[in-house]
């Protein structure tokens, strides 16, 4: 027995490693009193959860008091979980809602706040605005190249006009469930693929 680990350990390992279910965080774009995309994410994560192919945690840019990258002392403990978390994670679901055209300010600080931890994962967009959150969701895409993350084609876009009541009550059209588990098909498929890499 002593024998066959010596010649064969490793390799159950790496194959052990392979079929390991993937963790995916859903990351909450906005940090905005009052916002909407905690709705978005649950949502997410629920649809997410049924399909049983991966680990699934929401993940809250807030929980972290990240502070503006370089006005800091870089020690801060909420910098530390923010790449630890980061580099946790196989893949990625961001929440993204349109901010004049872009992401939020706190969603690009986020993403600056950390750099390697992100290389060579995949990930899913799901935004909203009042034109389904397009624009920012494009300027996230040219990010995350930078980032080395490769991000997936399906992209579900949620209206504030039609899928929201009062602009504050998520109500989702049920045309967008195909579009969710399609994403997350790519993302499931990608992260898995790329960790060969990692
Ligand atoms: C500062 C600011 C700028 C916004 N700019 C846009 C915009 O350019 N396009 C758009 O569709 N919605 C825009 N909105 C509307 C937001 O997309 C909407 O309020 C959304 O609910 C924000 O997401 P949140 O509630 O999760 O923070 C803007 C909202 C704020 C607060």
Redesign the pocket.
Known sequence: MGFLNKLFGSKIKEEETMTEKLNIGIIL??T?Q????PQ?GQWVKEIADQRGDANYEIVDIADFNLPFVGEGTGEEPGLKAWSEKINSLDGYVFIV?????SI?GALKNALDSAREEWNNKAAGIVS????G?A??AEHLRGILGELLVADVRTHPALS?FTDFEN?SEFKPADLHLDNVNGMLDQVVAWSGALKTLR
Request: aromatic share 14%; charged share 15%; proline share 0%.
């Open positions: 774009g906005s905005r009052g916002r909407v995309s978005v809602q349109e901010y004049n055209h939020t909203y605005g009042s034109v959150g624009r920012a504030l602009f």
